[in-house]
């Protein structure tokens, strides 16, 4: 579910699933299959991002339920994600609390 906000002020979420099209000009409209639409109070790029985030979040989910593995079925493909073993190399910068400087040196 994503959380989108309409022109008008009201808050709500939808299924980025639901979502039949977009049109742009001049405000951002959703079609949904259902039929419904609405006008938003936000532009194309921030819409977006919530379905991208909310995809992501969902790829996440599944793979920590499978163990690593994720496996999502579309009806073009098949997309196989699998958890590989972090190699830490010494002269990789690491995490930002590891490139701070030394105050004992």
């Known amino acids: ?18 979502i039949e099209r977009v049109e742009t000009l001049p405000d951002t409209v959703l079609h949904m299959v259902g039929g419904r639409t609405y006008v938003l109070g936000t532009g194309l790029d921030e819409l977006l991002r919530a ?5 992501a979040e969902l790829l996440v989910v599944q ?11 579309d009806s073009a493909a098949t997309l196989r994600v699998e958890r590989r073993a972090r190699v830490r190399i010494d002269d990789s910068p690491g995490s930002p609390a590891d490139r701070r400087p030394d105050p004992d040196a």
């Open 1 to 18: 579910m994503i959380a989108v906000t309409c022109r008008n002020g009201e808050h709500f979420t939808i299924d980025p699933r639901e």
């Open 51 to 55: 379905v991208r985030d909310s995809h």
């Open 63 to 73: 793979k920590r339920l499978s163990g690593g593995t994720a496996v999502l079925a």
